[in-house]
C-alpha cells in the first residue's frame, strides 16, 4: 500500500472499512476491496442466534439549537480535495443459483401508469466544494414533510418548497451543530462527517436529520441526531450526540420512524475487525422535547446491513407492535428480527429473531466483485451494491393487513443487474411473502432502488439505469393493486445525464450512490418523491442529484 501505514488485513479493514475514510486518488481502492471481501465473505450462517442484552447508551451531549439559517456555513475554498470513500461488502452466503431466476418477470405490462410532476436538480458535489472538499459516492437522500423537501448528500443539505421546486436554505450539515461538544460539533469546514440520513416525523410533523462525525483517524464515530422543533426545516434543532464506545465506527447507518422510538442500524468496525450489525432505538419522546435521551442497542455479529421498517400512513402499528429489523442473509432468504424497546425498564428491551424468510434464490448483482454495471462511452464500471437491502424499508397497516416493501439487486439473464423486490405480509405473526418479482429492462442494467407503498396499494420503485451504450440515469416503474401479482408496469424515464463517471476505481469512478430515497408526501399520501444521482458530462467527482415527483391516477 504505497504511501499508507502497514496494518494487518483486519487492520485496513478496521479503519477504512467505515465506508467513510477520505482516500486520495493515488491509493489503491482494489486492495481495499479485496481486503474486506476476505473478511466480510467469512461472516458464517447461522439459522439461530444466541439471545443478547440490551446496551444502553446516554446521549453525551444534548440541547437545542438556534434557527439553522442563523448559522455560518463555510466560506469558499480556495483549493479543492477530492475524496473517494471505500465500501467495504460481504460476499452473501449461500449457494449461487443458476442463471435463471424464478422471480424473473417474464411478461411486460404497459407502460406505468403514475405521472411525473415536479422534475428538477438537486445538490451536486460542488454543494459540498465550500468546505474544501469533492467526494465520491453522493450518499443522496430526501424527506418529504407537509411544505418541504429536505435533501441531503455527503455533508451538505438543502430545503427546498415543494410547492415551486424553490429553495429555501441550503447549508453544510456540520453547520446545524455549530458549537455542540466533540465531534459533532466539529463546524461546517469539516469533512469529517458522512452518510447522512433524513426522515420526516409524519405524526409529529418534525424532521429527522442523522450523520456520523469521526475522528481524524478514522477509528472512533459519533452519531450527530437533530430533531427539529417545529415542522419548519430552517428553525431550531433538538441536538444529540451518542456514543458507542472507543474505536467503534458506526457506519452505513439507516434510520426508521416507529411510534415509540426513532430505530437506526449500522454495520460496526474496531481498528481490527468487523463487529457486527447494531440495531438501537433512540427515546423519540425525549428528542421530541429536547430532554435528555437514551439509546438502546442490540448487536449481532453474524448480520450485515439491517434495515429498520419506516412508518408510513395516516394508522399506526396495532398498540405495542415492535419495530421490525431485515437484512440480506443468503442468496435464498432474508432474516426478520423484532425490536420491542422498554425506556423505562430496560432489561426488558428484546431484539428476538432470526426468523427466515425463504425467497427465490437470486444471484447478486455483479458478485463477487459487486462492481460491473456499464456505462456508456467507457469502460469503467459501476458498484452495483448487490450485498445488501437498499434504503427504506417502509411499513404500512392498512387494517386488514400490514406490509412491509423490500428491494435489492440481483442479477438477470439479460443485463448484470435487475431490481428484487418483495412485499412481506403479516410480519409480527408469521411473516409471508406476499409477492415478489425480479424486474429488468433486457440489456439496461437497474439498480440502486427504493421501495414504498401508498395509501390504496399502489407501489412504486426508483432506480439508477445505464447500459453500455447509454449513459447512466434515473426511472421508476410501479404497480396498481389490479395487476398481476409480482409485476411491475414498464419504467418510465426521469432523466438520464450526459455523461459517464470515470477516473478508475483509484479515483473513485467505480462508486455510485450508495443510496437513493423514494419516500410519500405526507399532505396526501400519493404523491411520491424519488432521489438519485447522474453525471452531467464525462467524469468523477461531479455528481449531480435530480429529484422527481409522481403519483397513481387511482389514488387521491
Known amino acids: 500500500m504505497p504511501n499508507a501505514p502497514v496494518r494487518t488485513l483486519f487492520g485496513v479493514l478496521g479503519s477504512v472499512a467505515a465506508d467513510r475514510k477520505p482516500w486520495t486518488s493515488s491509493y489503491p481502492l482494489a486492495q481495499f476491496a479485496v481486503t474486506a471481501l476476505l473478511l466480510l465473505a467469512t461472516l458464517p450462517i447461522f439459522a439461530q442466534q444466541p439471545a443478547s442484552s440490551p446496551e444502553v447508551y446516554s446521549d453525551i451531549y444534548h440541547d437545542t439549537s438556534a434557527p439553522a439559517y442563523s448559522y455560518s456555513d463555510a466560506a469558499p475554498a480556495t483549493s479543492v480535495q477530492r475524496f473517494v470513500r471505500p465500501l467495504p461488502q460481504r460476499q452473501v452466503p449461500g449457494t449461487l443459483p443458476p442463471a435463471g431466476d424464478e422471480a424473473m418477470q417474464m411478461s411486460p405490462l404497459g407502460n406505468v401508469g403514475a405521472t411525473i410532476g415536479k422534475n428538477f436538480d438537486g445538490l451536486s458535489d460542488s454543494a459540498n466544494s465550500s468546505t474544501g472538499f469533492l467526494f465520491v459516492p453522493s450518499d443522496n437522500n430526501i424527506a418529504a414533510g407537509a411544505t418541504q423537501v429536505v435533501e441531503t448528500i455527503n455533508i451538505a443539505y438543502r430545503v427546498i418548497n415543494k410547492s415551486t421546486g424553490a429553495t429555501v436554505l441550503s447549508k453544510q450539515i456540520g453547520s446545524l451543530f455549530t458549537g455542540v461538544s466533540g465531534l459533532c460539533g466539529q463546524g461546517a469546514t469539516s469533512p469529517d462527517f458522512t452518510d447522512p440520513i433524513v426522515v420526516y416525523d409524519k405524526k409529529a410533523a418534525r424532521w429527522v436529520i442523522s450523520i456520523i462525525a469521526f475522528t481524524s483517524d478514522f477509528s472512533t464515530g459519533n452519531e450527530c441526531i437533530a430533531v427539529s422543533s417545529t415542522s419548519d426545516a430552517t428553525g431550531t434543532y433538538h441536538r444529540y450526540v451518542f456514543k458507542f464506545g ?58 450485515f446491513s439491517f434495515l429498520p421498517s419506516d412508518l408510513d400512513g395516516a394508522t399506526l402499528p396495532p398498540t405495542g407492535q415492535p419495530n421490525f429489523f431485515v437484512d440480506l442473509f443468503s442468496t435464498t432468504s432474508l432474516h426478520l428480527f423484532k425490536f420491542p424497546v422498554d425506556f423505562l425498564t430496560t432489561s426488558n428491551s428484546k431484539f428476538t ?56 439487486s440481483v442479477k438477470t439473464s439479460t443485463a448484470a443487474s435487475g431490481i428484487r423486490w418483495y412485499e412481506i405480509r403479516t410480519p409480527n405473526t408469521t411473516p409471508t411473502v406476499f409477492q415478489k418479482g425480479t424486474f429488468g429492462a433486457g440489456s439496461t442494467s437497474l439498480w440502486m432502488g427504493s421501495i414504498a407503498m401508498d395509501k390504496v396499494g399502489d407501489i412504486a420503485v426508483g432506480f439508477s439505469k445505464s447500459s453500455s451504450t447509454t449513459h447512466p440515469g434515473l426511472a421508476f416503474t410501479g404497480r396498481i393493486p389490479s395487476d398481476p401479482l409480482g409485476t411491475l408496469e414498464s419504467a418510465a424515464s426521469i432523466f438520464t445525464g450526459g455523461g459517464s463517471q470515470t477516473g478508475g476505481s483509484a479515483n473513485g469512478g467505480n462508486r455510485w450512490g450508495d443510496y437513493s430515497s423514494l419516500v410519500l408526501d405526507p399532505a396526501n399520501d400519493c404523491t411520491f418523491w424519488y432521489v438519485n444521482q447522474y453525471i452531467p458530462t464525462n467524469g468523477s467527482f461531479n455528481f449531480h442529484t435530480r429529484l422527481a415527483s409522481f403519483k397513481f391516477p387511482g389514488c387521491s
Open 246 to 303: 472507543t474505536n467503534l465506527f458506526n457506519d452505513y447507518p439507516k434510520l426508521g420512524v416507529w411510534p415509540d422510538a426513532y430505530y437506526a442500524s449500522y454495520n460496526m468496525f474496531t481498528p481490527t475487525s468487523f463487529a457486527g450489525a447494531k440495531a438501537c432505538a433512540y427515546k423519540r419522546s425525549a428528542m421530541l422535547a429536547g430532554t435528555a435521551a437514551t439509546a438502546i442497542c442490540f448487536t449481532k455479529t453474524q448480520e
Open 353 to 408: 429473531g432470526p426468523i427466515v424468510i425463504t425467497v427465490p434464490a437470486f444471484t447478486p448483482a455483479c458478485s463477487p466483485t459487486f462492481t460491473c454495471i456499464p456505462q456508456g462511452g467507457t469502460s469503467q464500471k459501476l458498484d452495483s451494491l448487490g450485498d445488501r437491502l437498499m434504503f427504506r424499508m417502509p411499513y404500512r397497516n392498512f387494517g386488514t393487513h400490514q406490509s412491509l416493501m423490500i428491494t435489492h
